[in-house]
């Protein structure tokens, strides 16, 4: 009887030491296949996904110039033949706006530019450049003016977010 406890105990302790050999060499193969072939996931994601992740996750890039200005001077001159000097100054202020407003065109759409030679018994006979702009210029706002001397200057300003940029100018 004592000899068949003892048998059961080698027993039971060889049986240990072999699974608990044969565990940790198992744990050993799996962690070096992880170590090995690291996993991969491919997916597809399209432009509307790369916005819904900017606006949700807000990152800190955004956030460092969230608007842009735009800023032109515009210059008008007041007419010599008025009635008034208040007529005059309010010729050159309209004068000095539809300048700045062309100017702010200018920088957010560009300028079509059209030319045309003209070319006469081997010399240069006549010669038209036509510059064109157009576009919407909305919500621009008079920072500073002065009038002087007949001149009126007129500081304009347009804030746009930098998220309306990329959806006006994105192209």
Known sequence: MNRWI???????????????????????????KMKQEPKVIVQKVDREDIKKILQEEKFIYLNNNPDRVFAVNGEGIAPQNTVSPAQAMALAKRAAMADAYRQMAEKLYGVQINAKDTIKNAALYDSRIVSQVNGVVKDATITEHTFKDGLFVVRMELKMSSARWKEIFAY
């Open 6 to 32: 003892i048998t059961l105990f080698a027993g039971m302790g060889m049986l240990l030491l072999f699974s608990g050999c044969a565990t940790k060499q198992q744990d050993m193969t799996a962690k070096t």
